[in-house]
Nanobody, 116 residues
C-alpha cells in the first residue's frame, strides 16, 4: 500500500514536497515513480528512481525543478518540487514496480494546485 501526502495550494514560483509512504512488501526491492494527472488530461509520467537510487530519470518538462529521492529505511519516496508553474497543477500519484516498469501498486493521489 502506498499513501501520498504533502499536496496543497501554492503560488507560481513556490515549492512543495510530496511524500509517499509504503506499507507491506519489501520497499527496497521496488522501483518507484511519480505520475500526475492534470485536470481533463491523461495521467503522465513525472520521475522514477531505481531500487538503490543509482538510476533516476525525470521527464523533460520538470527537469531541473523536480527531484525524486527515496529512503529505504523509512519506506518512503519523495518528490521535491521547485519553481512550480500553473501547468504543474495535477493529482500526483506514486507507484511501485516489482519488475521493470510494470507499476502495479498505486497510491490514492494527492492534489497539487499552483495558482498564477
Amino acid at each position: 500500500q502506498l499513501v501520498e501526502s504533502g499536496g496543497g495550494l501554492v503560488q507560481a514560483g513556490g515549492s512543495l514536497g510530496l511524500s509517499c509512504a509504503a506499507s507491506g512488501g519489501t520497499f527496497s526491492t521496488y522501483r518507484l515513480a511519480w505520475f500526475r494527472q492534470p485536470p481533463g488530461k491523461e495521467r503522465e509520467f513525472v520521475a522514477t528512481i531505481s531500487r538503490s537510487a543509482t538510476s533516476i530519470y525525470v521527464t523533460d518538462s520538470v527537469k531541473g525543478r523536480f527531484t525524486i529521492s527515496r529512503d529505504n529505511a523509512k519506506s518512503t519516496v519523495y518528490l521535491q518540487m521547485e519553481s512550480l508553474k500553473p501547468e504543474d497543477t495535477a493529482v500526483y500519484y506514486c507507484a511501485a514496480a516489482a519488475f521493470g516498469t510494470n507499476y502495479s501498486v498505486w497510491g490514492q493521489g494527492t492534489q497539487v494546485t499552483v495558482s498564477s
